[in-house]
């Protein structure tokens, strides 16, 4: 087959499988089948188009021929149906004018397919690796090895879980709808964190030379951007889309030429891409002119807004860092949003205040293990000119950390204690 | 990576300085518009005004020399173009296809130049480049 055309099909793949799966969802009412249907259409389309020529209208050639095979299953199950009916079962009636219905729905709004497709996939009665999985495949368009790739498991593993997610949602007769009321709150919170554990998963893995990770950063920026096209009323879709855009932005800033991390402070900010900055605040701004401005993602992305904003790491609004980050552990307090309120209440109004909110931190059996508290803390002690202090604190924060880079940086740390208590001795 | 499709339309080089697009093409445009945004990809976009109503500014021999639109030896010219986001040059022309453009018209796809792509002595020519782009608050 000739690379062109195979390049053309992945990339009508990637433009039309969402909706064409969320189309035939709504049709068939079973989001394992409408995928399998889909992907029916897939191979056709591999087949023919080698031979054909890629259609003028590629998606509705994939749908016409999906459609198809759709009203072919209907009718044989119908034809099994009627066996059943002979046994005594019991029918579902919207079978009996389903073909009719299909011709009429499938052209119906796209738009609100899709969102019915991303609720039933981060539906919460399955586990959150299978909403993850499910939600790449079915609206990503990512193969299962693409998202075994990206989470570093093994391929069986993921295909397992997306057959199981499948199988539980058409067990649990999960509604392929977009859910109204107070549940939608709930609901729309478990899309809004499947989005941002996909969007997590891509940006922390800066290490190592995987180059599946930054796109699933780029896959959890389009996926948020879809949800926020369809859903323009939820302010925290808003707050999401700007986190993650703005995070986004100092992708390229995060590592040196030598592939150290680079902390957000020292980062070149001429590196950021304005493009993405400006994007998230825009973002940012809807989700606060929608009233949004106290929900969770719309805070974090105010103090991811707040560097943003900040020509030079010196012009930085600590002060507003620090309340926002105040807002922030009353809406959902945890000792690492803490350790972060310690940080900004430092560089707001000096080392003292954080030391004293970050050793309320020590005895917290969560913080026991985590490298970045006594990183932290040596930060402070290291300021206020407690080098024996903040040395001890450097070493034990470097046998904390599994990360290599991270190591190397806290030992120099330590050492430069070591160096400024002898200078001080000397003195 | 980021791509531009340029809408080139064919006489438009020609075309009156106050002249505007038909009410009904600028609806069906509009619907390629909102699948783009709806998907996710959209970065940017704008209409040109006819260059009938602009000018050129040419360079020969060093010297700067003005000359008012509409330019008679013209033969391609934009009268538009989309800033998209997309994840591969098949994607970008994917997307190009699926514009209801008319017989006269032409999208050309071009690939942006991402600062990384340059090579060294060039990143440092540009530096600052990016700083500018932020200071400005380039529109996206």
Sequence with gaps: MSTDTHRAIDAVW???SPRLIAGLARMVRDVGLAEELAQDALVSALERWPETGVPDNPGAWLMATAKHRAIDRLRRSKLQQRKYEELGYELEDWQDDAEAAFEAAIDDDIGDDLLR?????CHPVLSTEARVALTLRLLGGLTT??????????????????????????????????????????????????????????????????????????????????????????PEVHGLVALMEIQASRARARVDATGAPVLLLDQDRARWDHVLVNRGLTALDRAEKLGGARGPYALQAAIAACHARARTADETDWARIAA??????QLAPSPVVELNRAVALAMAFGPAAGLELADTLVDEPSMKHYHLLPSVRGDFLFKLGRYEEAHAEFKRAAGLTRNGREREFLVERANACSRSLAALKHE | MRFMLLMIPKGYE????????????????????EDLQNAGVLVGLDGLHPPSSGAR?????GKAKVV?????????????YWMIRVNSRQEAIEWA????GSDNEVIEVRQVQEFDDFPADVQQAAAGFEAMQRDIGQPT
């Excluded at chain 1, 497709?117 to 996939?121: D, K, Q, S, W």
């Excluded at chain 2, 296809?97 to 209801?100: D, L, N, V």
């Design chain 2, 97 to 100: 296809s699926r514009c209801p």
């Design chain 2, 14 to 33: 020609h075309a009156a300085p106050d002249a505007m697009p038909e009410a009904d093409r600028v609806a069906a445009m509009m619907k390629f518009n």
């Design chain 1, 117 to 121: 497709l991303v609720f039933t996939a």
């Design chain 1, 14 to 16: 990637r433009i039309e």
């Design chain 2, 68 to 80: 008012d639109g509409p330019f008679s030896e013209a033969k391609e010219v934009l009268g538009g």
């Design chain 1, 324 to 329: 926002l980050y105040d807002a922030l552990a």
């Design chain 2, 57 to 61: 500014v040419s360079f020969a021999g």
């Design chain 1, 145 to 234: 090895d693409e998202i075994a790739r990206a989470f570093l498991v093994p391929e069986p593993t993921v295909a397992q879980r997306i057959v199981r997610a499948k199988r539980t949602l058409a067990e649990a007769r999960v509604p392929f709808e977009v859910p109204r009321g107070p549940e939608l709150g709930e609901r729309l919170s478990s899309v809004l964190a499947v989005i941002y554990l996909v969007f997590n998963e891509g940006y922390s893995a800066t290490a190592g030379d995987d180059w599946m990770r930054p796109a699933l950063c780029e896959e959890a920026l389009r996926l948020g951007r879809i949800v926020a096209e369809l859903m323009p009323r939820e």
